[in-house]
């Protein structure tokens, strides 16, 4: 097997398994539910988190917010032909009748290949490192 194949079944290895791995949460993605604050206080945590992180605001009004960085060249590679893909957080905001504000994360992959545009849901393969994310946007908020 060349190495091109043996990456490439890896890649659809961890795929597999990816898409079967569920978080045990109302919307079975990474979220956090955050208490006393607004919707503006929480979107600039999350704002200031990303950027933190190297993170290039895409979108970044309204409840729904993005966040992204060029992907891995392996990814790009395995993906795309190496073309550039991106890794983007994805977030929405869920206001509650409560006054909490529930935070949904949802990572993702942008590429193109046959010259369309997919996008690849990474939840099941970033499960810890989105819940660490959340748990620093709340604590910066306490």
């Known amino acids: 097997m060349n190495p091109k194949s043996l990456l490439l079944a890896i890649a659809l290895a961890f795929a597999l398994v990816g898409c079967a791995t569920k978080v045990a949460t109302p919307s ?16 600039g945590a999350i704002t200031d988190e990303a950027l933190a992180k190297g993170l290039a605001p895409v979108k970044t009004e ?9 992907a891995p060249a392996a990814m790009s590679i395995l993906l795309s032909n190496g073309n550039p893909a991106r890794t983007q957080l994805r977030f929405s905001m869920v206001p509650a009748a409560n006054g909490d504000v529930r935070v949904i994360l949802v990572p993702v992959v942008v590429y193109q ?28 908020l306490h």
């Open 113 to 140: 290949s046959g010259g369309a545009t997919h996008t690849d849901d990474l939840t099941g393969r970033n499960l810890t490192a989105s819940q660490d994310f959340l748990g620093r946007v709340q604590a910066r």
């Open 28 to 43: 079975g993605r990474p979220e956090v539910t955050i208490s006393g604050h607004t919707l503006d206080e929480v979107r």
């Open 62 to 70: 309204g409840r729904d917010l993005v966040f992204d960085h060029e």
